[in-house]
């Protein structure tokens, strides 16, 4: 390999285009998309359903052809004779990943273990992903976070340097999500880049050093976590319940309020600072003899960018 190509991005995706046709209808999945992914980084990759986010990810594993666009994963490119060279260099963890109900753990791994030429041994790959006490019983008999942890474990088995983690914790208690997280934490530590698709909201804030949020097939931001809820308006909501409410004009002109929205006897306002704003807030209820049932507070997070950017909850891809 070349140090041009040892230097390189892990990823880079220019002017990416794929559109499904059906008939006469094209659907346009991925729209000239661009996106960096550097060495050593947790990317996460958000958007709602059909937002493009798989069909990004499918062509950069080389499972699908895009239609216009330039495509290097570690320096190389798909559709030529390195295409080898790329596969022995990446591992690939599906939405959904299916085994043999009868084969047990130690048997898949072995399985997957014959597919490469070097690479990690079976049993490095169980105490990564915390498997060896199970490593004799059969699929049939694992729990959702046990098989998730497995088809991590034979995305890992040959040593990649970039990891493909699609969803991989939809479905899983909270327990098993966390145990995932720390297989990503530590083959991070180890040097490995990872990129992420989650629908989780404190999965991508736990986990990634960047994220870019994806709507109809491109990138709308792109950015550290921290500076993308930086991007709004103010970090911070301060939430009221109450029958009556002074009116948007009044709660505006409290200093360091933002913007109101209202549901049903429910107010989020959000506000620069709390503690200048909220005893503000409580004396203009007081003022208007308005009495308040409930009150909390709570910091912005990436879920609140994203309705912000398009409208929809990033989970559900429903109206805001």
Sequence with gaps: MSASASNSPAIELLGLRKVYTKGREETVAVDGLDLVVHRGEVFG???????????TVEICEGLTV??????????????????????????????????????????????????FESG???????????????????????????????????????DPELLFLDEPTTGLDPQSRRQLWNVVGDYQKAGGTVLLTTHYMDEAQQLCDRVAIVDRGQVIAIGTPAELIRSLAAEHFVIV????????????????VVAVERQEQRLILTVESVHRTLPLLLQLF??????IDGLSTRHATLEDVFVHLTGRRLREGEGA
Excluded: M, Y
């Design 120 to 158: 990690r041994s079976v049993d490095d790959a169980l105490a990564l992903v915390s498997l060896e006490e199970k490593q004799g019983a059969r699929q049939k008999s694992l729990s959702g976070g046990q098989r998730q942890r497995l088809a991590v474990a034979t995305a890992l088995l040959g």
């Design 286 to 291: 007081s003022a208007c003899e308005f009495a």
């Design 45 to 55: 990759l958000l958007g709602p359903n059909g937002a493009g986010k798989t069909t």
């Design 66 to 115: 895009p239609d216009a666009g330039e495509v290097r994963i570690l320096g190389r490119q798909w559709r030529n004779k390195e295409d080898d060279a790329i596969r022995a260099r990446i591992g690939v963890c599906l939405q959904e990943t299916k085994f043999h109900e009868n084969a047990n753990v130690r048997e898949v791994l072995t399985l997957f273990r014959s597919c």
């Design 241 to 256: 319940d109450s029958r009556q409410s002074p009116s948007d004009g009044d709660l505006l002109a409290v200093p360091e």
